[in-house]
């Protein structure tokens, strides 16, 4: 179990233990009750926040121990203008990579899917709406953004994915019940690029992404920008990256690789 996970369910006994505690002795002084309160909304709020906590939703953000080569993923496309550029340059360099695709965007560029499936890339789900509140989202809601992404993906591709990353990458225990019951894997990331700003600089992103290669390494970069409003810092990043990782003989794989690997080394 996750260190985080442990974390927030000590903390929460700790304020369950201090309810019962007012309720069957006496008020405990004001001091001690706005601390809990502070230091509990802190850890929640750092679980929804920061993916790779894993305190609310199990998730795969690197590979196994014994993992070989580099996950590249993009978020936030298919984007007719760029995602065709970001397929170009993985298959000069013989990279394969996974796309979090919206699904609003899927649907309307529906042969974009099937070009990322046709070249040998895995595909996922980034949600369908994108909505940048989706913590703040009841169950019944979060189901119907993520099922309805996936029902578009499976009619597009005639397959059904199983990765999901969430929106903003933000979880909470309602959205880990929703992708528990649909089956779904979570993925999430080692190195972030930081290159989705509309001010990231290209150069910047390739230097912080190199170092962070490494086997294991699931990096996040875009191929389109969330509303289509500029061009993402990858295209500019995404050379300096693949020769980055060729000169560290570092292969581009799939997440699907690491999540399979994973599986079978809880399995043994």
Same mark, same amino acid.
């Given at each position: 179990? #996750?260190?985080?996970? =442990?974390?927030?369910?000590?903390? *929460?006994?700790?304020?369950?233990?201090?309810?019962?505690?007012?309720?069957?002795?006496?008020?405990?002084?004001?001091?001690?009750?706005?601390?809990?309160?502070?230091?509990?909304?802190? =850890?929640?709020?750092?679980?929804?926040?920061?993916? $790779?906590?894993?305190? &609310? /939703?199990?998730?795969?953000?690197?590979? #196994?121990?014994?993992?070989?080569?580099?996950?590249? *993923?993009?978020?936030?496309?298919?984007?007719?203008?760029?995602?065709?550029?970001?397929?170009?340059?993985?298959?000069?360099?013989?990279?394969?990579?996974? &796309?979090?695709?919206?699904?609003?965007?899927?649907?309307? !560029?529906?042969?974009?899917?099937?070009?990322?499936?046709?070249?040998?890339?895995?595909?996922?789900?980034?949600? !369908?709406?994108?909505? $940048?509140?989706?913590?703040?989202?009841? %169950?019944?809601?979060?189901?119907?953004?993520?099922?309805?992404?996936?029902?578009?993906?499976?009619? =597009? %591709?005639?397959? $059904?994915?199983?990765?999901?990353?969430?929106?903003?990458?933000?979880?909470?225990?309602?959205?880990?019940?929703? +992708?528990?019951?649909?089956?779904?894997?979570? +993925?999430?990331?080692?190195?972030?690029?930081?290159?989705?700003?509309?001010?990231?600089?290209?150069?910047?992103?390739?230097?912080?992404?190199?170092?962070?290669?490494?086997?294991?390494?699931?990096?996040?970069? !875009?191929?389109?920008?969330? $509303?289509?409003? !500029? *061009?993402?810092?990858?295209?500019?990043?995404?050379?300096?990256?693949?020769?980055?990782?060729?000169?560290?003989?570092?292969?581009?794989?799939?997440?699907?690789?690491? /999540?399979?690997?994973?599986?079978?080394?809880?399995?043994?």
């Amino acid at each position: 179990m #996750p260190p985080a996970r =442990i974390l927030f369910y000590v903390a *929460t006994f700790g304020a369950l233990a201090l309810v019962a505690r007012s309720l069957l002795i006496g008020p405990v002084p004001a001091w001690i009750t706005l601390s809990m309160l502070v230091a509990y909304t802190a =850890i929640v709020f750092a679980g929804v926040l920061f993916l $790779r906590l894993r305190m &609310f /939703v199990d998730a795969v953000c690197q590979g #196994p121990d014994d993992a070989r080569g580099v996950a590249l *993923t993009f978020d936030d496309g298919p984007s007719p203008e760029h995602t065709p550029k970001v397929l170009d340059l993985l298959d000069r360099a013989n990279v394969k990579a996974t &796309f979090f695709v919206i699904g609003k965007k899927a649907e309307a !560029h529906p042969e974009l899917v099937r070009e990322i499936v046709a070249r040998g890339h895995a595909l996922g789900s980034h949600g !369908h709406a994108h909505p $940048r509140a989706f913590a703040m989202l009841g %169950t019944s809601a979060v189901r119907a953004d993520i099922e309805r992404s996936l029902v578009v993906l499976e009619k =597009i %591709t005639g397959r $059904r994915t199983t990765l999901f990353r969430p929106p903003i990458g933000h979880t909470n225990p309602r959205i880990a019940k929703v +992708v528990d019951e649909l089956g779904l894997t979570v +993925v999430g990331w080692s190195v972030r690029a930081l290159d989705g700003l509309a001010t990231a600089d290209p150069a910047k992103v390739a230097a912080r992404v190199a170092r962070g290669l490494e086997d294991g390494a699931i990096v996040l970069l !875009h191929d389109a920008a969330e $509303r289509e409003t !500029h *061009t993402p810092a990858s295209l500019g990043a995404l050379p300096r990256i693949l020769e980055a990782m060729r000169a560290r003989n570092l292969d581009g794989v799939v997440v699907t690789d690491f /999540v399979e690997s994973s599986r079978a080394e809880e399995a043994a």
